[in-house]
């Protein structure tokens, strides 16, 4: 069923139940570290924010998550419809956000402003409500970044890369799938092509020019299994491509770092004042 | 012979939270006792959680802490390995095992390597142990004390076999990575762990005991399966992956000399041979004997000789003047034919 259901490069396949073990005990090891017991997420009716959304509810039940729908008035209905789906099927809180009068207000004056600035800052105005939320709901914000996306720069920084923590950051697009199908996503939502919905008709796939099974593999055998550009042509992969996913990766590098701080003081954060983030006396109070 | 009763506490340490662990220690040590346990073995840090960095100095413990005592008091009548961050009296900070038994620390394994590679930074934290001992314990045998990384080194259950062990003990705090369906157990970690130890038991013709933690550090999971491998390599325990407990298991210590004398590679060790052979290679690799892999022409302590000389150098030199755009492939006036210069 699920051979049919999406594409699964026989080297990117996990076993998905181990898999949903070491989430859920991440999910619950990081929600008692900061003192939380509940999380939000931004559902947008898209495969990773929906995996997020089952694996969380797996990990600490369904009435201790909140879903927020944050379209813009061009997302799709399909999105919305998908998301709200979800929502019913795990008996979550959700509530929804237009974001229109937010993105438009502060495009008014400014017509010709290009898709990729309204895409950023739409999905930038998503962060805010999250963060917002997550007071009004007591919740820490959930990341939905998948591994592939995060590889290639294919986010917003500061946006939809933002989170308290991430239980999907690595695993594929591809991996992803077949989490999503083991634990019950629904099949329309692992079918369709994955958009990032900023304009209408966009697709990942399109703007990107290859597929997410291709690129998966080409990443797992560069980064993962740390292949050179000769091993990765012979094992089919076209030169051009890998030295164009490794430019975007190499480019991308700073969006998955903390910000370097110029060293002036004898201990400076990051360099060689080093704690875990989660250490006696972090925990909210 | 009595069966010897092993006990292994696979816990979740609470990172940085000492007093929290420690009561945690008390309660299963006294569990584990009064259901008959002759050997309880809990995890790497598991007093203190792994993933320290900067808090190890503040966890640290000298061997004289009240609080180490107060755990050993609890071992009239039977043994007990716990692990924390051991402080030296020149204040170097170590991974440290103890050996605690009739109320006192019987023995302490200071961890001899220190992975600093992959998700490992432990060598800037940590300084490395340098002494490794089999120890004579209660249970009957001896007993000997290593931590994670030190399985990965063959030299050390190799060692601790032919000092006097017929117990290995690993306290381990394992990252559990590598979730490929292809992985026998479903956690590459997991599938190299149980060939190691099952190789080292029936290498060593000796019980292993592996304690691994469970629970989550920041981004990394434990995961557990903590196991009990008898002296022929087979698994006599198995305890499962990522979940917590206290779990026991009944051993025969005639085992060890039913197995030995079936297949007695430990009579048939020849470690004066090995230690010949290992200081001619500290020689070869200190520079101070020749080396026999080594290149022709390789200085002493390195293995590859120095290439030719680069015949002339690149960039401009004076007489170079005369040089047009149009003859910039042919080689450079005035120079052909001289040494090199620099």
């Known amino acids: 069923m699920t051979a049919q259901l999406f594409e699964l490069p026989a080297e990117l396949a996990i076993d998905t139940g181990v898999a949903r073990r070491v989430i859920s005990e991440f999910i619950r090891g990081q929600l008692r570290q900061a003192g939380f017991e509940r999380l939000v997420l931004g559902l947008s009716g898209g495969i990773d924010s929906a995996l997020v959304a089952y694996l969380s509810a797996e990990a600490i039940g369904a009435e201790r998550l909140l879903c927020v729908l944050m379209p813009y008035r061009t997302s799709s209905d399909a999105s919305r419809a998908d998301a709200e789906e979800v929502v019913r099927r795990l008996g979550c809180a959700s509530e929804l956000v237009d974001i229109s009068p937010m993105v438009d207000g502060y495009f008014a004056d400014d017509p010709d402003a290009t898709p990729l600035r309204r895409g950023n800052f739409m999905a930038r105005q998503r962060m805010a409500v999250l963060y917002d939320r997550s007071v009004t709901w007591g919740g820490l914000?959930?990341?939905?970044?998948?591994?592939?996306?995060?590889?290639?720069?294919?986010?917003?920084?500061?946006?939809?890369?933002?989170?308290?923590?991430?239980?999907?950051?690595?695993?594929?697009?591809s991996q992803i799938r077949q989490v999503a199908a083991d634990i019950g996503v629904p099949e329309?939502?692992?079918?369709?092509?994955?958009?990032?919905?900023?304009?209408?008709?966009?697709?990942?796939?399109?703007?990107?020019?290859?597929?997410?099974?291709?690129?998966?593999?080409?990443?797992?055998?560069?980064?993962?299994?740390?292949?050179?550009?000769e091993e990765l042509e012979a094992l089919g992969f076209d030169r051009a491509l890998v030295e164009r996913v490794d430019r975007m990766v190499a480019g991308a590098e700073f969006k998955r770092q903390v910000p370097p701080i110029a060293k002036l003081g004898p201990r400076t954060a990051g360099v060689d004042y080093l704690y875990p983030r989660r250490r006696p006396g972090s925990a909210r109070g | 012979m009595k069966p010897l009763r092993i006990a292994l506490a696979q816990i979740a340490p609470r990172l940085g939270l000492f007093d929290e662990n420690l009561a945690v220690h008390h309660e299963l040590l006294g569990r584990?006792?009064?259901?008959?346990?002759?050997?309880?073995?809990?995890?790497?840090?598991?007093?203190?959680?792994?993933?320290?960095?900067?808090?190890?100095?503040?966890?640290?413990?000298?061997?004289?802490?009240?609080?180490?005592?107060?755990?050993?008091?609890?071992?009239?009548?039977?043994?007990?390995?716990?692990?924390?961050?051991?402080?030296?009296?020149?204040?170097?900070?170590?991974?440290?095992?103890?050996?605690?038994?009739?109320?006192?620390?019987?023995?302490?394994?200071?961890?001899?390597?220190?992975?600093?590679?992959?998700?490992?930074?432990?060598?800037?934290?940590?300084?490395?142990?340098?002494?490794?001992?089999?120890?004579?314990?209660r249970v009957g045998v001896g007993i000997g004390l290593a931590v994670c990384e030190d399985f990965w080194h063959l030299s050390v259950p190799s060692i601790l076999a032919l000092d006097g062990a017929q117990i290995l003990v690993n306290v381990s705090s394992s990252p559990g990575r590598d979730l490929a369906a292809t992985n026998e157990v479903g956690l590459g970690t997991a599938t190299s762990w149980q060939t190691l130890i099952r190789t080292y038991a029936q290498l060593t013709t000796s019980f292993v005991v592996f304690c691994n933690r469970v629970g989550v550090d920041e981004s990394i999971s434990f995961w557990g399966g903590s196991e009990v491998i008898a002296p022929s390599g087979e698994a006599l325990f198995t305890?499962?992956?990522?979940?917590?407990?206290?779990?026991?298991?009944?051993?025969?210590?005639?085992?060890?000399?039913?197995?030995?004398?079936?297949?007695?590679?430990?009579?048939?060790?020849?470690?004066?041979?090995?230690?010949?052979?290992?200081?001619?290679?500290?020689?070869?690799?200190?520079?101070?004997?020749?080396?026999?892999?080594?290149?022709?022409?390789?200085?002493?302590?390195?293995?590859?000789?120095?290439?030719?000389?680069?015949?002339?150098?690149?960039?401009?030199?004076?007489?170079d003047q005369s040089r047009s755009e149009d003859d910039a492939d042919t080689p450079a006036a005035g120079v052909a034919g001289e040494p090199p210069r620099r």
């Open chain 1, 141 to 173: 914000v959930v990341g939905t970044g998948n591994k592939t996306e995060s590889l290639i720069g294919y986010t917003t920084l500061f946006g939809d890369n933002a989170c308290a923590f991430n239980p999907v950051g690595d695993l594929y697009k």
């Open chain 1, 188 to 229: 329309a939502i692992i079918r369709k092509a994955p958009s990032a919905d900023l304009w209408p008709g966009q697709t990942d796939e399109t703007e990107a020019g290859f597929t997410y099974p291709v690129l998966d593999r080409l990443l797992f055998w560069r980064i993962d299994k740390r292949r050179s550009t």
């Open chain 2, 32 to 137: 584990a006792r009064d259901d008959g346990a002759g050997l309880i073995v809990f995890p790497e840090l598991g007093l203190t959680g792994y993933l320290l960095q900067d808090l190890a100095a503040e966890v640290a413990i000298r061997l004289d802490d009240p609080r180490l005592a107060s755990l050993a008091a609890e071992t009239e009548g039977c043994s007990a390995v716990v692990s924390f961050v051991e402080e030296s009296g020149d204040h170097r900070l170590f991974i440290a095992a103890a050996l605690l038994e009739d109320g006192r620390i019987r023995h302490v394994h200071r961890k001899l390597f220190l992975p600093t590679y992959g998700l490992f930074d432990e060598r800037r934290f940590f300084a490395a142990g340098d002494v490794l001992r089999a120890t004579p314990s």
């Open chain 2, 239 to 319: 305890a499962p992956l990522f979940e917590e407990g206290l779990f026991s298991v009944d051993v025969a210590l005639a085992d060890v000399r039913r197995e030995r004398v079936a297949l007695p590679l430990l009579r048939d060790e020849r470690p004066e041979w090995a230690v010949r052979e290992l200081s001619r290679i500290v020689a070869e690799r200190a520079g101070l004997a020749r080396d026999s892999t080594a290149e022709d022409g390789a200085d002493p302590g390195l293995d590859v000789a120095p290439g030719d000389p680069v015949p002339r150098p690149i960039g401009f030199r004076p007489g």
